[in-house]
């Protein structure tokens, strides 16, 4: 036993003597290279080192190390590099960027495919990265970027890839950019600040990213721990002179929507407007399928849809009266909108509650790096912007503010009823982003508009809008995200009259609404896009009051009660893609509403009209409880199908509810116009939509074809008897009626994208008709037969042309024809019990004159030095050049027993502006 210990002491003895003890060193390095300290380290170690200059270029040190292995040293010093090293057995160092090199090669490494990407738990979670000679050649034919250090005895399988995607022309963040990896599933968007973050296996991965807009990029990112990559990206239009309606020149062929379209707020401001103003959504009209019943007008009518069947939407909160100054301008300041987008085919599942369109206006997100703004002044408006970062790269926050100065338009109108009038408007606006973490983002919008206007002397009108929106983003995973909305809306107004007796009073009229919405995004693979969730909206209505102003005015205080209900909806969406060619968009929606008590509703006799006298019953239902509940499936399903890469045929099936209604029994939409909710007497409006569409791009995308056609049937649409009494009438029921309407045309439009001259031109040919049939004669019109509605016009034509003859000075025009609005003429007198009566046609059988108008702007732009405090824009424009006479109204008077027929227009002659804009 003694001689085996001997032994083994004795061999133990000869190990060591035998073993190279390593050296150690001492440094003091101060503020030097860190070239210079690898030198010193070269030389006093006496070891051959071999880098590249540039991986340690602009780097210095300050370290002191007493007594300390080489390989510690360096170790310390590469520790805030990319770079790895590896002392080989004749004292070679050789640097490398990312990546270890080993002295030996892991078992099994012959024969095998590569080791990336993979999540095989009986793998060894420290196995090193390789690339085997066929990823070499099948993958890497892209761009290659190696992200981390590769570190020993790392047991991590994923890293956090994140950075910054922005816009390569002016270096702005851009959000809602697509960053995926096609082959695992997964990915996530950038937020209001351009910012994504997205967890990746170790190894190679093809990151690719996508947006409207921009070009796609494809990118192999190798990745050996946590690190940051920033992506540059090129718009992928040629920009159009400032008339470019989309953002993307392909997305007309490529997705899957009908009917859709993208105005940017900046693309517009060389369109030649009345005074001058920009205004995104009378560039709207301009569009197949977009009118107005005519100039100086509110309100939209959307492929035959009536006014109140438009959601317009600021930030996800409801705007009700988006216009100012008589339909004349836009109740938004152009300034602070991003863009504008419409749907009037393929209406996402996500929106519901109106039948013809979705009007999605979304704000500028505010700069959060430097202080920029924006101003502008005409002979009517003064606009201004500016954006506030308060945190660099997290926060910032937005305002703008627009007054007008307008009662001498007024007077120069040809009207003599607005000579002495007044009218002036102003709104506000603000937005507040700001990025909590990488997962998580805040936005807060806020606006309101206020108007006042004296059409006569005795009486003042005023009309408000007001919002707030709410809106959290979190990002629970690469596949999953999802955002929480909580906005409130509320539109008022009041008439304030002042008579010459005792007969003054007070009239008021709000709405107001709640919504909470939750929209989750699931991205399951590279063919399912998921977007679902949730939302509820609490409505309250006042109908209306009216009180006497003093106590000696003769005026009776009446209170309508006011109107309570919610609406809710479940919705799901699939982006499915099938193939190459055909593209799938499957929406459900399941919309629910509930009228609320406190309330009286009235039930009338069967089988005989609603009338004061056939009332039967009186039903009293205490607050909260349930009056009547109304709702069912809504089915949203598009799809495309290309026949060639750049010519594809769409087609799209839409059935929509609606629950509220406009009571108003003008052609026009008026600013007193009141809102009203489905109860037990007035039911929903519905409505199912076919569209089916030809899309082509020719010459490289420079320009874009597409012709639509589309089919609309209504019911329960909402239209008043003759004399109709609509305003503080607490029986509004035996007033209205409930018929049926069918729309259809066909849409044609071409668009030029670049070149010196561009444009677009827009015809469409439509029908808009109603039917209110009935069993009992006075709740007929027409004998029950389909007839014009007020905004049927069959003829539509927009020509929106663009000239640059240098890059500051171009030239704009726009002309416009429609065919004129339907309208009811007295045909003729008869004389009953000695009394004389006018006899009118039936309803809409004539029509007041056609529409047509041109337009012309000069733009001047300053000059494009990069660094100026300013940059300058002026915008010289007449509108209404020819000085046509249309026709706003046609009405008929009495005068000495003759039936006259008057004609009221709002611009009868040319009107020229100038306007001066600045950005800073």
Known sequence: MKDKIAILAFLFILAVNGQEIAPRFSFDFQDISLENALLQLQSESGKSMYLADEWIKGKTVTKHYTNVLLEDILSDLLKDTQLNFFISKDHRIIFTQNNRIFGELPENFFGREELINEENEDDDPAASIFLSDKASESKLKVATVRIGKEQKNNQRKRFRLSGTIRNIADNRPVPNFAVVVRALGIGT???????????????????????????????????????????????????????????????????????????????????????????????????????????????????????????????????????????????LNPFAISDLNIYKGAIPAEYGGRLSSVFEISTKNPDTEEFKGEVSIGPVTANAVVEIPLVKEKSGLMIGARGAYSDWVLRSLNDVSLKNSSASFYDVMGKYNHQINENNGLSVSGYYSKDAFSITSDSL??????????????????????????????????????????????????????????????????????DYGFSTKLYGVQPGQIDPKTSQDLILPLKIPKERGIESALFLTDNLKVNDKLLLDLGLRYSFFTALGSSQQLVYEDGLPKSTETVVDTLNFKKNEVIKT????????????????DFSIKASFNNMYQFIHTLS??????????????????????????????????????????????????????????????????????????????????????????????????YTYSRSLLKLDSGFREERVNDGRYFPSNFDKPHDFSLVLNYKFTKRYSVSTNFLYQTGRPVTFPVGNYTFNDIEYVLYSDRNRYRISDYYRLDIGLNIEGNHKAKKLAHSFWNISVYNVLGRNNPYSVFFVSDSGEIEALQSSIFSIPVPSITYNFKF
């Open 189 to 331: 968007t950038t937020d209001n600040s351009g910012r994504y973050a997205i967890n990746l296996p170790v190894g190679l991965n093809v990151v690719e990213t996508s947006s409207l807009g921009f070009e796609d990029t494809k990118t192999n990112i190798i990745i050996y721990n946590d690190g940051n990559y920033n992506i540059e990206v090129e718009e992928s239009y040629e920009l159009l002179d400032e008339v470019v309606l989309k953002a993307d020149a392909v997305s007309n062929v490529d997705d899957a929507t009908t009917g859709n379209t993208k105005i940017g707020a900046e693309e517009t401001k060389n369109i030649p407007l009345v005074l001058g103003e920009r205004d995104l959504l009378k560039v709207a009209t301009t569009l197949p399928g977009v009118t107005t019943a005519g100039e100086g007008s509110a309100g939209f009518n959307v492929r035959g849809g009536k006014t109140d069947q438009n959601l317009i939407l600021l930030d996800n909160a409801v705007v009700y009266n988006p216009s100012h100054f008589f339909g004349i301008f836009q109740a």
């Open 630 to 645: 109304y709702g069912g499936p809504e089915v949203r399903i598009s799809a495309r199908y290309f026949l060639k890469e």
């Open 461 to 530: 009108y005023g009309y408000s809008n007001r919002l707030f929106s709410l809106k959290w983003d979190h990002k629970f995973n690469e596949k999953n995200a999802g955002s929480l909305v909580l906005t409130n809306s509320q539109y008022n107004f009041d008439i304030d009259f002042d008579g010459s007796v005792n007969d003054n009073f007070l009239q008021k009229y709000k709405i107001d609404e709640t919504e909470l919405k939750l929209r989750m995004k699931y991205l399951l693979n590279d063919r399912h896009n998921f």
């Open 665 to 762: 029994n003008n052609t026009t939409v008026s600013p007193i116009d009141t809102w009203k909710l489905s109860d037990y007497n007035i039911k929903p409006q519905q409505a199912k939509q076919f569209a089916l569409g030809l899309y082509k791009n020719i010459d490289n995308d420079n320009y874009e074809l597409s012709l639509e056609g589309f089919y609309k049937r209504q019911k329960n649409l909402l239209d008043f008897k003759t004399g109709a009494k609509l305003i503080l009438n607490e029986t509004i029921e035996t007033e209205v009626l409930q018929g049926d309407g069918k729309s259809y045309g066909l849409e044609f439009f071409v668009r030029k994208n670049a070149g010196k001259l561009n444009g677009w031109l827009g």
